[in-house]
Nanobody, 126 residues
Framework: QVQLVESGGGLVQAGGSLRLSCAAS????????MGWFRQAPGKERDFVAA????????YYADSVKGRFTISRANAKNTVYLQMNSLKPEDTAVYYC???????????????????WGQGTQVTVSS
């Protein structure tokens, strides 16, 4: 089992920045590919970004490329999502997720992840 706890959400004005953190516990963190997803009210949970076990490979949804950066600190069992130039359409609950995989194909759909955090709310005002 892997337990994931997100933090860092909040209310920010459009154009502002936030950094989300996801602290993991329970298993060897570096064995897991980590992802961030988000879900707005009435919408499906969408892929945002993913990072492989070493941090050497990252992947982003087109909607956040150039604005968001995913990173990880394996020594701290933590994955981060730096969000810059935030827009009102970024408003959602943000979830981190983990999957143990050696595949070179980046998982971008929720069913492919085994573990989830409880989510943290991000609200961007216009």
């Amino acid at each position: 089992q892997v337990q994931l706890v997100e933090s860092g959400g909040g209310l920010v004005q459009a154009g502002g920045s936030l950094r989300l953190s996801c602290a993991a516990s329970g298993r060897t963190f570096s064995n897991y590919l980590m992802g961030w997803f988000r879900q707005a009210p009435g919408k499906e949970r969408d892929f945002v970004a993913a990072i492989n076990w070493s941090g050497g490979s990252t992947y982003y949804a087109d909607s956040v490329k150039g604005r968001f950066t995913i990173s990880r600190a394996n020594a701290k069992n933590t994955v981060y999502l730096q969000m810059n130039s935030l827009k009102p359409e970024d408003t959602a609950v943000y979830y981190c997720a983990a999957v143990r995989t050696s595949s070179i194909v980046v998982p971008t759909t929720p069913p492919l992840y085994n573990y989830w955090g409880q989510g943290t709310q991000v609200t961007v005002s216009s």
